[in-house]
């Protein structure tokens, strides 16, 4: 019986009595009668099929002959499936949503940061896409796809993967009235940095400006310590990581770079990725210390951890960097936390809480990136108007721009509302870096935030991010944030 026939719903004293095909459904004449097997049969027509009722010998003959070829059906989800993936990355969109709600599925995509409605199906036809996705294309952990409990998988294949996309993340699970699955796209050149570029040429080109360029240069030929990166989700901390790594192969080639990463995100040259296996394992944390463990080892020079969730890693990144060993990793931090502090309080737990000031010495922990993206406005319907007519944007935004210095008949760059076909509709083309890079071993507190919004300001002045989109990404562009000079 093929997985992509909707059998998980029909009772299973019932599951003999039918087979179901794309658009027949073929019942034992025998069971004409019978109020459940009436009810499926309802159902089952409602999303867009015949019924034909008939004797057990014709019944076994269509089963037979479903069985022998699994399902011309199921070959086409696939294929829809591949074809939705490839119209999400000839959109660049960084994922891809399927609802299943009522009788529907809604289909939609992330494009810089906003979803848009790609398409609308029938709730069968998104079913028949879940599990075509899940049970066939990905790579999983648990074998079936299960509609009624939170999974995970993973595409990777690349008969599945349109060109210029290293792999897919799945995460599916129920809702109230349905089920959701969010597919993220991990792109080979996320944020376009060209593969030769030097490290000079990939820190410039990430967006890391004047003395944060200068930091980053430098930490490049540290011999040892902590670089962290740090933001919220979708800061572009990953990404940042692999094209620094890159940069710092092809800038020191003779090092032993290894990373760790539950899991590896994107392919990074010059790197020995170790992806953390033991998926479902009870203790997760346990199976991930034994690996940073074994990455100590392996006489690597430098260890890139993918993120610093718990106090045994924070431990274990600190022990490293003491022993002469690059560590660079990302911490998950929102505007008011500073890496230091939080640092500690992972530390706190750990035997170094013994020890509370080892994150102010500069050789431990050297460097730390905070960061943001922002959407850079499409130059092709960007629209540019006087602010006292910029009326997309809030009042409030307004007078602060004003504050800044703009003058009220000073042209802003603002989205364009509808935008424009090379924009797919969006207003906005891609993604822009704003970075802080600080020195380790002091607290920031208070002075990394208006050093973001600062950054953020000036690319306001420069027409490249809508005033709004910028407050969004870094909060509100207060004057004396440092704004005003920048103009
Ligand atoms: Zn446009």
Redesign the pocket.
Known sequence: MSASLPYGEIPDDLQGALVIEPRNIYVAESRRRDPQTLEIVWMLTERERTVHWVGFEELAARRRATTAAPGADHAHAVREAQSLFAQAAALRATDLHLRLWGERTDILVRLHGELRTLLQTTRYEGERLLRAIYGTMSDVAAPAYSPLEPQDARVARSEHLPPGVHSLRIATGPTVDGAQMVVRFLYEDALGVPPEADARGVIDRLGYDGGSGELLHAALDRPGGLLVVAGPTGAGKSTTLKYLLEALHRHRPGLNIQSLEDPPEYPIRGVVQVPVLGEGSADRRAVIHTYLRHALRVDPDVLMIGEIRDRETAALAVEASLTGHQVWSTIHANDADTVTTRLGEKLAGTGWGRNPRILEDPTVLHTIVYQRLLPR??????CLRPLSEAVTLPAMTRRRLADAGFDNDQPVAVR?PD???????????GLLVVADVRPGGQDHAGEVAPALRARALRLVAEGRVDALDAERAVGPLHPEHGGGQVL
Do not use: I
């Not at 406005?377 to 960007?382: I, Q, T």
């Not at 935008?419 to 083309?429: K, L, P, Q, S």
């Open positions: 406005l499409c130059g092709a319907c960007r364009h935008g424009c076909d090379a924009c797919h509709g969006v207003g906005v083309d």
